[in-house]
């Protein structure tokens, strides 16, 4: 995380400066309004001290690569690449007003709908970037943005590499260690398409839990502790009570430890999001794929129909309605995943039924006997078997006799003498519990709500706090000043800051409101006018609770 303060947003014709968006370690992102045509855009510039041609290049590669896939409905769209008078390349893109997952899913419950509706939309999005030979390599909720039709929407292909480099890859840095797989971490760190799909099902893992996939609440949390969890330790299943079994399963084979036991693609990985939603009677979430190669693939009598509507074409788009539903006189298809994750009700021995409960067997995979025991009849049709023949006619062609009529059944009457044993069994026992047995107390109740004496410890407060005047107030305009500071020793990589400006007096209580600063170090706040000594104060949050002491420093310190 950087502490610097950010540079001088560059004068740019056609564009009018309006208020900066966010600062990373070698670009910041303002805000800017377009004249024409009359639109406001995120414009994202390099600083004028990064020097390392590497920077350049990848900074030129990203505003290639976005390019080239910004005409994706969940990737963000690119509109201009330039270099501004003073030297500093930019890149001008569609402006995503809306909060983005990285603050949304720690602050909020997101629902099961709206994570599978996300993940579905950016699986194609993926899968659109390695049909065009990009591997993303830092997929997670920061980077899904949210447009003004609220559609998540892909960015940051600052670290992306061809699919073709992902053997070797150099190093690990840019990477978000908390939704980074395991190969990543290697002696030799590595990548390929089944590495962004483990970063794809982390991020809809955090949507759902509130937190990283390998987070422990009251617990160490740092870098290290990050990367030994994700390298050794098993993913802990969702436990939310509105999360099904299956959508644990596909989590779990997605974030396999070992690459060849993850899904061979994001279009599968999505594909499996939408068996999900059919399995929850939710709508079924489009998934859009683009691709530019000249050849298709074959498809064979067992592709099912999910498959047909994904043929290479210029756009191939996965209709939601025919996800997972196979055609007459195929095979039942076999389960790559086993290994993995076992099939959800699946059976353990010939002839075992699924549990009380269980999910119900999808399409294509009941056998002959459970088809016949759910075929439908005309009303009033007797039931028989499959195999039984048409009742014989008489000799001359008329009605049947008397002795060729099927016997009354005697289920009724069995049923009837069943529920006047039962009736009469449950009022002698009413009767013998009101009369003769005296009532017992009841068990002794014990405290729900017990106080847990044992809580975390709070993070260490921020050091080297530093308060900079950007622009001075005139008379009631509030000029803006630069809040910077250094992150306490230990702090994990999730914590965050609260900042504000302390004990506002009457009018002036929109300037005390706490601030909550995420993934850096820095912010850019209103000064209250009319008050030279006023005070600056931040705090630093752990993601379980507990808030740190505060740290001070006023404007006639400066």
Known sequence: MSSRPPSRPPRLAGYEYEQLLGSGGFADVFLYRQFRPQRRVAIKVLLSNV??????????????????????????????????????????????????????????????????????????????????????????????????????????????????????????????????????????????????????????????????????????????????????????????????????????????????????????????????????????????????RAVGTSHSAEDDELDMHTRIRKVATVDPDSAGLTGPGTRRPLDPYAGVAPALGSPTGP??????????????????????????????????????????????GGAPSSAQKAPTPAWPFVALAALLVVVLGVGASLGVRHFVVTPEEGPATTEVNTVVTDSPEAPGEPTALDLQIISEGRGTEPGMARISWEPPEGVTQEAFYRVRWKDMPKNYEKYGVFQEVYGRNSVTLPIPPQLPGACVEVQTVDPSGPVSASVEKCLDEK
């Open 51 to 292: 020097l390392d041609e590497s920077v350049h290049r990848l900074f030129d590669a990203e505003a290639n690569v976005m390019a080239q896939m910004s005409t994706h409905p969940s990737i963000v769209t690119i509109h201009q690449a330039e270099v501004s008078d003073d030297h500093r390349p930019y890149i001008v893109m569609e402006y995503c007003p809306r909060p983005n997952y990285g603050l949304r899913f720690r602050k909020e419950r997101i629902t099961v709908a709206e994570a599978l509706r996300v993940g579905v939309q950016i699986a194609g999005a993926v899968e659109t970037a390695h049909r065009a030979g990009i591997l993303h390599r830092d997929i997670k909720p920061a980077n899904i943005l949210v447009t003004d039709y609220n559609r998540p929407a892909l960015t940051d292909f600052g670290i992306s590499i061809a699919t073709g480099q992902g053997d070797d890859v150099e190093d690990s840095q840019g990477m978000s260690i908390p939704w980074s797989p395991p190969e990543f971490f290697a002696d030799t760190p590595q990548a390929d398409v089944r590495s962004d799909v483990f970063s794809l099902a982390a991020t809809v893992y955090s949507l759902l839990a509130g937190q990283t996939p390998f987070e422990r609440r009251g617990q160490r949390n740092t870098a290290s502790d990050l990367i030994h969890r994700i390298s050794t330790e098993p993913l802990q299943p969702l436990s939310r009570p509105d999360v099904p079994a299956e959508l644990n399963r596909v989590l779990s084979i997605a974030m396999a430890k070992d690459r060849t036991g993850r899904f061979d693609t994001a279009l599968a990985f999505g594909r499996s999001l939408q068996q999900v939603e059919l399995s929850l009677s939710l709508p079924v979430t489009q998934m859009d794929v683009l691709d530019d």
């Open 351 to 396: 002839g075992q039924r699924p549990r009380p409960g269980g999910p119900v067997p999808s399409h294509g995979s009941a056998d002959p006997a459970s088809v016949e025991s759910t075929m439908l009849r005309p009303a009033g049709a007797p039931l028989r078997a499959p195999s039984t023949a048409a009742p014989l006619q008489a000799a001359d």
